[in-house]
């Protein structure tokens, strides 16, 4: 099992910027496949991006794609993501997971673990 917590989260103008972090601790992270998820009120949660066990296979939602960045330091058991030039769109809880095998997921139902979401809200 593994063990993930976001943070990183906050209140930010549109056009700004946030750097999330999910700390992973259990199992060796550098076997799971990752993704950050997000979900609006009223709305379901969907994928944003996917990043493979080593890091050399990512994939991007297109709403995020050009502006948001996926990363992960194996050595310190973390994934990150980089969001650039925000807008009230981005306004949701954002989720870390992981994937059991080493394969693509870009579905909710591909994870097998979450953390408790850190919430990004994007004044306009």
């Known amino acids: 099992q593994v063990q993930l917590v976001e943070s990183g989260g906050g209140l930010v103008q549109a056009g700004g910027s946030l750097r999330l972090s999910c700390a992973a601790s259990?199992?060796?992270?550098?076997?799971?496949?990752m993704g950050w998820f997000r979900q609006a009120p009223g709305k379901e949660r969907e994928f944003v991006a996917f990043?493979?066990?080593?890091?050399?296979?990512?994939y991007y939602a297109d709403a995020v794609k050009g502006r948001f960045t996926i990363s992960r330091d194996n050595a310190k058991n973390t994934l990150y993501l980089q969001m650039n030039s925000l807008n009230a769109e981005d306004t949701a809880s954002y989720y870390c997971?992981?994937?059991?095998?080493?394969?693509?997921?870009?579905?909710?139902?591909?994870?097998?673990?979450w953390g408790q979401g850190t919430q990004v809200t994007v004044s306009s």
């Open positions: 997971a992981a994937r059991d095998t080493g394969t693509t997921g870009l579905r909710s139902d591909d994870y097998d673990y």
């Open positions: 259990g199992r060796t992270f550098s076997s799971y496949a």
């Open positions: 990043i493979s066990s080593r890091g050399r296979t990512i």
